[in-house]
């Protein structure tokens, strides 16, 4: 495979396409066009071609890309099914919902254990997993090779969470905590801020409501 | 305010401007250069300039912006703090966390109902909602006007949910069940894909470890 840098706008598309030829395989699918991503997709059909191009290119004129072949490669780029251990740290609302979502599990993403401080919710089962306490996280890192911390507390609380579970080994964090974590180099962070795409929502409602009155 | 469309590049990084603009102003920070914004933000100083002047251009050279001002008007062409009454339909793990997640409202999005069609869940109450029936939203829908449908339903029920909103009136809907919902012309929708993120993870996960094995 390549080892050149993909840009970073490419790198955010490619979640896109994994998911477009998914369906597309569930379909039964084999083939597609960049024409067809293009209109599926409503994404411009050279912009398409550009991209795939980023990562080898399996298009060949006329012919098409073929739809498993292009999702694997897409799937070995973004690390998708290469199995992965997860904690979740925090067993409120979000922590559960992610918890539940059986979906990470089948595409190698595994959360392995969930952990909170409140007495009142340590022990309890939340689908399968008995909650655990924050005081059990050091010996359960230590006991089991974990790779990705999902931080699911109050912001107040996020980045000391990211601190502890970085100087315990985890080397990839996902926040949902509404403040931005840091961490050193060599320690991957995407932090989640669900409101974002609710502005995104309300101003393309605005524009939407502007265009109807002009 | 300008009229001119800003390019989707822009509005998905407004966001972040408004983030950061809001912990500055907390912070009793009254005016930043681009080049504090680009350092502090990870973002080339041209590339911000560029993107405030897509609306209007408050810096001035040597003077920085006003940073009260610029978030303000990010917020209005955003749309925060106009307004917005929502209803949630699912109460499950994700419809609850929303519910409860207390941000919303205070930016001007209201939640105003949450619906479910489990006898199980009809009648409970959740973060001071009691969950009303599926069968009470047209009655609902009509008695009030609701901008918003949040839609936190198992994928399969995703897209009728998100045409019996449509045709109740709602003008965006927020989807959070993991497929695309689409809607005709003059609808707004922003689907929200939580895994993507997580396959952004793993990617720089990956690109962290090869930079390492270097």
Redesign the interface.
């Known amino acids: 495979m390549q ?1 050149s ?1 993909i840009s970073d706008a490419v ?2 598309r ?3 396409y ?2 477009y030829l998914s369906e597309l395989e569930a379909a039964g699918v084999e083939r597609v066009s960049s024409s067809r991503m293009s209109e599926d997709m409503n994404l411009n059909a050279s912009q398409i071609r550009r991209d795939l191009n980023c990562f080898g290119g399996f298009g060949q004129q006329g012919y098409g890309y073929q739809v498993s072949r292009l999702k694997q490669e897409i799937m070995k ?4 099914g ?1 199995s ?1 251990k997860a904690v979740i740290v925090g067993a ?3 922590g ?3 918890l ?2 059986r ?2 599990g089948d ?1 190698g ?1 595994h959360i392995v254990a969930i952990f909170d401080n409140d007495p009142e919710m340590i022990g309890r089962e939340v689908g399968n997993h008995r909650i655990r306490a924050m005081s059990e996280l050091p010996q359960f890192l230590k006991e089991n090779k974990v ?2 911390g999902i931080i699911a507390v109050p912001k107040r609380y996020a980045q000391q969470v990211a601190d502890d579970l970085v100087s315990m080994g985890v ?4 926040n949902f905590a ?1 403040v ?1 974590v840091e961490a050193r180099r ?5 932090n ?21 009155n002009n």
Chains 1, 2 share one sequence.
């Not at 080397?171 to 996902?174: E, K, N």
């Open positions: 080892d840098r790198v955010h490619l979640p896109r994994y998911r780029i973004l690390g998708i290469a992965y409120g609302n979000i559960q919902a992610l539940r979502y979906h990470f595409e993403y790779d990705i080397t990839g964090l996902w509404p931005d060599g320690i991957s962070v995407v989640v801020h669900l409101s974002d795409s609710l502005y995104i929502l309300s101003y393309r409602m605005r524009e939407n409501r502007k265009n109807e």
